[in-house]
C-alpha cells in the first residue's frame, strides 16, 4: 500500500491521463451495454429448471408450440358480439397467421371452430385470443416481436366495433420493459441527488463534492465497458436490472470509499501535515480498510453470479466488476485528484460540526457497552422480525401500475372470463400405462379433487373436469340411474317380446319333430336304393356301362356304312345280275369246241365261267338286290343315324351318373346311401338338442327380465 501511496503522489498526472485514457477507449473498442443486452439476451430460468423441462415434455407430447411467451388479445364489445365482430375476428387472425417470423401459435375458432366455446366469454361480449409470441420471455427479440404483433392488432381493429387489449405474459414484461426504461434515467438521477445531498452534509464544499462525482463517473463507464466486454467474450446474458444495479452498486461503493479517504485527508491536514503526506498517510491508513470492504462486497457478488437463477447471475458478476473498478479508482484516481487539487485548495477541510456528537457518543458506548449492545441488538431484531411480515407474490401484474396496458386488458379478462382461464398453471401427469382406462382416470380425477382442496387454487381443469366441475355423467349417482334406466328398458324389451320367444321355442321343436320325419324317409330310401344298387349291378355284370356305350358307337358305324352300301348296291347288283345273263350263252359256245380245248387259256377261263354258273343262287342275288332297293328307298337314313348318336350320347351321361353314385365300385351306392342315413340322424339328434337348449334360454332370457326389472 506504501509503494502505491508514494506512485499515486509522485505521477498523479499520469495516473489521472492513464484513467482517462482508458475511460475514452474501451467504450470505443467495446460494444455498449445496450448491443449486449440485445445481442445475449437474459434468460431468466436454467434450461433444466424444472418448469422450463416439462413445458419441453409438454411440447413434445403435445407436438405444439414450446414457446413460453404468451399474448393475450383480448377483444370485446359490450354491446355483444355480431357479425361485424367476428369479421373483424377472422381478418385479425389472417393478418396474424400471415406474420410467420414473430407468430409461433395461434389458438383460434377459425382453424379450430370447437374452440369457439372457450375462447368466448358467457357473456358473448368478449373474445380471447392466445398467440405464440417468437424469442425468450424478457430478451429484447421478444420485445420486438410484441411491438410488431401490437401494430398488427390496432391496425385490424381499427375503425371495427371492437376493443382490443393486449395482455398475458409477454404484454407485461413488455410494460415491465418499457417501466424500466423510463425508470432508470430517473433512478440515476436519484442516485446522483442523494449523492450530492450526503456530500454536501459532509463536506460543505462542491468542489470537494465533485471529486468523488468525477470519481465515480469515471469509473462507470469503464466498468459498463467491462461487463460488455465480459458479455461478448463469455456469452453471459445482459439484463437490464444489470446495468440499473451495476449503476447504483457502483455510486454507493464510490461514495463510500471517497468519504472514507477523504475525511482521513481533512483529519490529518488538521493535525497540520501538509498535503502529500496527507495523501500518503491517508491512503496507507484507509486503504486497509477500503481494500477490506470492497474484498468482501466483490466476493459476495461473485459467489451471486453462481445462481442459476438469470435475473442474479447477470446481477452478480457486473456488480463484482463494478466495486473492482471502483476500489482501483478510489485508491488510485481519488487519491491522484486530491493531490492536484489539494495544494490549490480545493479539498480543504470544513469545521467539524458533528464532532462533539460522535465524541459523546464513543464515551457513552465505552462507559456501558452492555447496556448499547443489548440495545443494537433489540433494534436489529425487530428489524429483522418485520420479515415475518413478507408475503412473496409471484404476480408480475403487482408491480405495474393499474393504468399500464396490460393491467387494463387483465381486468377485461377478469371481466368477461373465469380466473385464470387464459393463464392457467399446469400439471404434468406421464406413465408407462395408458391413461384412458378407468382405473386411471379415477386416479386423475382423485389428484384433480385433492389439487382443488388447496389453498388459493380456484378451479382444477381436466380430463376428467374439462369445465373445472366434475360433469353430472362422471358421477356415480347419474351413472346407477343410466345403468338402472337401461337395464329397465332390458327388461322390457325382454318382456315386449316374451310372445316372439315362445315363438321361437315351438319353431325349435317343430324343426326337431319334422328332422326325425326327414330321417325315417331316409331309412327307407335306403332300403329302396338298396334294391336298386342289386338291379345296377346285374345290368352291369351283363352290360358294362363302357362296353354298352362301345356297341352303340359300333352300330352307328355300321349304320354309317350300311347307307354308303346302300348307295353302291343299287348299281353293282344290279349290274351282276345283268352279267350272269349273258354268262350263260358264251359257255354254252365253248363246251366242245376243239379250237378252245387246244387253247390252254381258253379251257381255263371256260373253267372259270362253269364255276361262277354253277355256284350262283338266284334266290340269294335276288335277296341281296331287294335289300338295296330297300335301302336306297328308305325316307330318312339320317334320322337314323341322328338317333343312334343321340343314344350314344344318353349312355354316356348314364354311365357317368353311374359312376358319380358309386355303382362302378362294390358297395359304392351303399356306402354314400348309409352317410346319408348317418348324416340326417345326427341332424335330426342335434336339432333335438338346439331345441331343448333353446327352451331352456327362452326361460333363462325371461328370468333374466325379471331379474333386470328388480335390479332397475
Known amino acids: 500500500m506504501r509503494r502505491l501511496a508514494d506512485l499515486v503522489v509522485r505521477w498523479p498526472w499520469a495516473v489521472i491521463g492513464l484513467w482517462l485514457a482508458i475511460a475514452a477507449a474501451l467504450p470505443l473498442t467495446l460494444p455498449s451495454l445496450g448491443e449486449m443486452a440485445q445481442k445475449h439476451p437474459l434468460t431468466m430460468l436454467p434450461g433444466d429448471a424444472p418448469s422450463n423441462v416439462t413445458a ?7 407436438h405444439e408450440s414450446g414457446s413460453d411467451d404468451l399474448l393475450l388479445v383480448v377483444l370485446t364489445d359490450d354491446k355483444g358480439l355480431g357479425p361485424a365482430d367476428e369479421a373483424a375476428y377472422r381478418k385479425l387472425v389472417d393478418a396474424l397467421r400471415q406474420d410467420t417470423r414473430d407468430v409461433l401459435m395461434l389458438q383460434d375458432f377459425v382453424s379450430a371452430p370447437p374452440l369457439r366455446a372457450v375462447v368466448t366469454s358467457k357473456d358473448h361480449k368478449a373474445w380471447v385470443l392466445p398467440v405464440g409470441v417468437a424469442g425468450e420471455l424478457g430478451t429484447p427479440r421478444s420485445y420486438a416481436a410484441f411491438r410488431r404483433i401490437g401494430d398488427i392488432v390496432r391496425h385490424t381493429v381499427s375503425g371495427t366495433p371492437l376493443t382490443a387489449h393486449l395482455t398475458g405474459p409477454a404484454a407485461t414484461v413488455a410494460d415491465l420493459t418499457v417501466a424500466g426504461d423510463r425508470d432508470r434515467p430517473l433512478i440515476e438521477l436519484a442516485i446522483a441527488v442523494l449523492v450530492l445531498i450526503v456530500l454536501l452534509m459532509v463536506y460543505r464544499s462542491a468542489i470537494t463534492i465533485l ?151 464513543g464515551i457513552r458506548i465505552v462507559r456501558r457497552p452492555a447496556v448499547h449492545l443489548v440495545a443494537s441488538l433489540l433494534v436489529l431484531a425487530i428489524l429483522a422480525g418485520c420479515a415475518a411480515f413478507v408475503r412473496y407474490n409471484y404476480d408480475d401484474r403487482k408491480a405495474l401500475r393499474s393504468s399500464a396496458p396490460s393491467s387494463l386488458g387483465y381486468t377485461a379478462l377478469d371481466r368477461h372470463f373465469p380466473v385464470n382461464q387464459s393463464i392457467p398453471e399446469y400439471i404434468l401427469v406421464q406413465s408407462p400405462h395408458d391413461l384412458r382406462t378407468p382405473r386411471a382416470l379415477a386416479d386423475l380425477e382423485q389428484m384433480a379433487h385433492r389439487v382443488s382442496q388447496l389453498p388459493n387454487v380456484a378451479a382444477v381443469s381436466g380430463i376428467t373436469r374439462p369445465t373445472g366441475n366434475v360433469p353430472e355423467q362422471f358421477r356415480a349417482t347419474y351413472q346407477a340411474g343410466a345403468i338402472g334406466t337401461l337395464l329397465a328398458g332390458g327388461s322390457t324389451l325382454i318382456s315386449d317380446h316374451t310372445g316372439d320367444l315362445n315363438r321361437l321355442v315351438e319353431g325349435a321343436g317343430t324343426l326337431a319333430d319334422n328332422l326325425s320325419h326327414v330321417r325315417s324317409q331316409v331309412d327307407q330310401l335306403a332300403a329302396g336304393v ?141 356306402a354314400n346311401v348309409n352317410g346319408l342315413q348317418s348324416g340326417a340322424d345326427r341332424f335330426a339328434g342335434g336339432s333335438r338338442q338346439v331345441a331343448d337348449a333353446v327352451a331352456q334360454l327362452v326361460e333363462q332370457v325371461k328370468r333374466l327380465g325379471a331379474g333386470l326389472s328388480e335390479s332397475a
Open 530 to 670: 338298396h334294391e336298386l344298387e342289386n338291379v345296377f349291378s346285374s345290368a352291369k355284370n351283363q352290360y358294362s356301362g363302357d362296353t354298352l356305350v362301345k356297341e352303340v358307337d359300333i352300330a352307328a358305324q355300321l349304320v354309317d356304312h350300311v347307307n354308303s352300301l346302300s348307295n353302291a348296291m343299287g348299281w353293282n347288283f344290279s349290274a351282276a345280275k345283268n352279267m350272269f345273263g349273258w354268262m350263260s350263252p358264251v359257255l354254252a359256245a365253248l363246251r366242245g369246241n376243239p379250237v378252245c380245248d387246244a387253247d390252254l387259256s381258253c379251257s381255263d377261263t371256260r373253267a372259270t365261267l362253269e364255276q361262277l354258273t354253277g355256284g350262283r343262287d338266284q334266290a340269294d342275288l335276288d335277296a341281296i338286290n331287294d335289300l338295296s332297293h330297300q335301302l336306297q328307298e328308305y325316307p330318312d337314313k339320317r334320322a337314323l343315324k341322328a338317333s343312334t348318336d343321340r343314344l350314344r350320347h344318353a349312355l354316356e351321361k348314364l354311365a357317368g351318373v353311374l359312376k358319380s353314385m358309386g355303382l362302378d365300385q362294390p358297395g359304392g351306392l351303399q
Open 211 to 361: 471529486l468523488p462525482l468525477v470519481t465515480i463517473g469515471l469509473s462507470l463507464v469503464i466498468a459498463q465497458a467491462l461487463v460488455a466486454g465480459y458479455s461478448q467474450v463469455t456469452g453471459s446474458g445482459v439484463s437490464n436490472q444489470s446495468i440499473v444495479f451495476l449503476s447504483a452498486i457502483m455510486a454507493g461503493a464510490g461514495t463510500d470509499y471517497a468519504v472514507f479517504l477523504i475525511s482521513r485527508y481533512h483529519d490529518y491536514l488538521r493535525s497540520g501535515v501538509d498535503f502529500d503526506q496527507a495523501v500518503k498517510r491517508a491512503m496507507i491508513s484507509i486503504g486497509k480498510v477500503i481494500t477490506a470492504s470492497a474484498s468482501t462486497v466483490g466476493i459476495t457478488f461473485l459467489l451471486i453470479s453462481f445462481a442459476r437463477m438469470g435475473v442474479f447471475k447477470t446481477v452478480g458478476f457486473s456488480a463484482a466488476i463494478g466495486i473492482g473498478v471502483a476500489f482501483l479508482a478510489a485508491m488510485t484516481l481519488l487519491p491522484a485528484i486530491v493531490v492536484v487539487a489539494g495544494p490549490r485548495g480545493w479539498v480543504k477541510p470544513r469545521r467539524e460540526l458533528t464532532a462533539p456528537f460522535w465524541r459523546r457518543s
Open 56 to 62: 419441453k415434455k409438454m411440447t413434445e407430447a403435445f
